[in-house]
């Protein structure tokens, strides 16, 4: 049903499953004995955070904080307010904050600047998606999946006016699905 409103698919979910790994394999390796916790930002971290951590190896706790910073649209609105806290206290532990995807950096900067000051030993960021294009922050995340083009993309986690975050694959929209 979803299908019909897709142009074309950027990444595939076979494409995804193997990034996964790939990352998984690299964070089992970076944060051995580092006991992190791992912080996905809701909602777009939801399936790749759980695809992801299925690859990791170590011990580390999940925890979830809601940040949100487009509020329905296809741009950022650069105003990035927190929806969910985090239940749990970060000082002194390192940190991996997971992402579906970096555009202007915003959202991230402002976590990554708050974990800090809560104390945290580190902070890092593994997102599926980069979009170097969108950015006005100086950020490169630490671990990145897939670099894509300067195009509004959904699916795995990312929405459309909160829709198709239930795609399995990444792909993008038809216009005429805007201009409805
Ligand atoms: C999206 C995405 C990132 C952020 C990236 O979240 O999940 O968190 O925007 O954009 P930025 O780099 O320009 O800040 P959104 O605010 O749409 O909330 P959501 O995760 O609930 O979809």
Redesign the pocket.
Known sequence: MLEKDIEKILVTNEEIVAISKRLGKQITEDYRDKNPVIIG?????LPFMAELIKHIDIYCQIELMG?????GGTE?SGN?KITKDLDVSIENRHVLIA??????????NVVKNLLKYRGALSVEVVTLLDKPS?RTEDFTPKYIGTTIPKEFVVGF???YDEFYRNLPYIGVLKPEVYNN
Not at 67 to 71: A, G, K, P
């Open positions: 930002l809701l909602k777009g971290c940040v949100q910073s487009y509020h950022s990035v992402e579906d995807i970096v555009d202007t950096g915003k959202t991230i969108g986690g990312l929405d």
